[in-house]
């Protein structure tokens, strides 16, 4: 299952890369406008959150950002398709998915990475929390959305 998933992106990599190109750009448009109207305050930053985790000093920002777009544009779309799309989940509505998938990955940076780099568990529910919350669900409905179309297609 996960050969022929793998060598249908490779067949369709053009739409998969416009898939989780436009996922990323829909985060960083909501992280850098929508968010201060949550926060009431800066934009989301989750480079910062990189920056904590991996010990890295301000001169080494560009690292983590870089960091945060590769994660964004191929580790969690792989993860998408490994957990929806080459699963028994595959059934599930793809607006569900994405739902599933973004509540996940928002639990994973701020109830256990958030943590470990010594930031509180959910950054103790503030108005940011909710913000990470909505971009990673808006990132990875998208994500979601397109993935299914694309593989509808094929």
Same mark, same amino acid.
């Given at each position: 299952?996960?050969?022929?998933?793998?060598?249908?992106?490779?067949?369709?990599?053009?739409?998969?890369?416009? #898939?989780?190109?436009?996922?990323?750009? %829909? =985060?960083?448009?909501?992280? @850098?406008? /929508? +968010?201060?109207?949550?926060?009431? !305050?800066?934009?989301?930053?989750?480079? #910062?959150?990189?920056?904590?985790?991996? %010990? =890295?000093?301000?001169?080494? @920002?560009? /690292? +983590?950002?870089?960091?945060?777009? !590769?994660?964004?544009?191929?580790?969690?779309?792989?993860?998408?398709?490994?957990?929806?799309?080459?699963?028994?989940? @595959?059934?599930?509505?793809?607006?569900?998915?994405?739902?599933?998938?973004?509540?996940?990955?928002?639990?994973?940076?701020?109830?256990?990475?958030?943590?470990?780099?010594?930031?509180?568990?959910?950054?103790?529910?503030?108005?940011?929390?909710?913000?990470?919350?909505?971009?990673?669900?808006?990132?990875?409905?998208?994500?979601?959305?397109?993935?299914?179309?694309?593989?509808?297609?094929?």
């Amino acid at each position: 299952m996960l050969s022929a998933l793998r060598t249908d992106v490779m067949r369709n990599w053009v739409p998969f890369a416009f #898939a989780t190109t436009t996922a990323s750009i %829909v =985060l960083e448009i909501f992280a @850098r406008s /929508f +968010a201060r109207i949550i926060t009431g !305050g800066g934009p989301m930053e989750p480079a #910062a959150l990189l920056m904590s985790l991996l %010990v =890295l000093g301000k001169d080494l @920002r560009w /690292f +983590a950002e870089l960091l945060h777009y !590769g994660i964004g544009l191929v580790a969690f779309p792989v993860g998408f398709i490994i957990l929806f799309r080459a699963s028994p989940l @595959r059934s599930m509505p793809a607006a569900l998915q994405g739902v599933i998938y973004g509540v996940a990955l928002w639990f994973v940076a701020l109830g256990i990475m958030a943590p470990l780099a010594g930031i509180p568990f959910m950054l103790n529910f503030a108005n940011l929390t909710w913000a990470s919350l909505i971009a990673h669900v808006a990132y990875t409905l998208v994500l979601a959305l397109m993935i299914h179309r694309m593989a509808d297609r094929a």
